[in-house]
């Protein structure tokens, strides 16, 4: 394991090493560096692959305070500080969307495309932050009961295999993780309006049957960035690239063989 002190969090990732472009991925609510397992084995040959646990997830280590996602980007841009990379590919899904775009805000010099898959720019809608508000203050006071696990992994993941395998990671974690995470989540900026400031190439990624972002916002999320040319849709539910991977590697191979050197 490799880890990093990056602003006052240690940081858990995993790099694949070798001297090809780098690409930087980071994971959604709930889930870890893991669940990027086959976009490593597609891209390893190729790029240098570099997946990173995200505050309150993984092997990272937390120091408990309140956080947003420009944090987190800023998170990424310490990581690549301490791997000595200047410019590279960021991407994520869902809330590694979130970050991805902060990092593109907040160093656009540093970011030579993005990669979004299955997530948005918009803050939360109200009427769905309260429900995944109750969601998350049971979590935090019960833990990943089976009942209540069994419903976020079927938002998630939707695959009877990968479900029960990450719903046993989710008992093994300590519940309180998910309260400052939960607060983050919902209490995300709107940063539509800032998108148009993104132009470098960017990909968009989503799931035909993705209920925890829908489709139109992925549409709205493409139509804001100048170097999109739509969204790439495949079959699957939130995470897509992790139980429909070939179409959303195929996707992404496409997109990385095409940028400018």
Known sequence: MAFAEINGQTIHFEDTG???????????????????????????GQYRVITWD??????????????S????????LGLMDHLGIDRCVVGGMSQG???????ALTAPERVRALILLDTAANAEHAEVAAAYQQMIDTWAAVGAVPELA?????IIIAEPEENARWIAKWQARPKEHIVEAGACLLGRDDITARLGEITCPALVV????????????????????????????????HAANLTNPVPVNAAILEFLGGLPA
Do not use: N
Not at 97 to 103: A, D, E, N, Q, T
Not at 150 to 154: K, L, R, S, T
């Open 54 to 67: 995200e505050r309150c997830f993984g092997e990272t280590v937390t120091d408990g305070q309140p956080f």
């Open 206 to 237: 989503h799931g035909t049957e993705d209920t925890a972002i829908t489709m139109d916002l992925s549409e709205a999320l493409a139509a804001g960035l100048p170097g999109c040319s739509g969204v790439v849709k495949v079959g699957g539910a």
């Open 150 to 154: 069994e419903v976020v992994a079927g």
């Open 97 to 103: 969307g979130y970050l991805s775009l902060r990092v």
């Open 69 to 76: 996602y420009w944090d987190s980007a800023s998170d990424c």
């Open 18 to 44: 070798g001297d090809g472009p780098v690409v930087i991925l980071g994971h959604g609510f709930l889930m870890d560096h893991t669940m990027f397992v086959h976009q490593v084995e597609a891209l390893r």
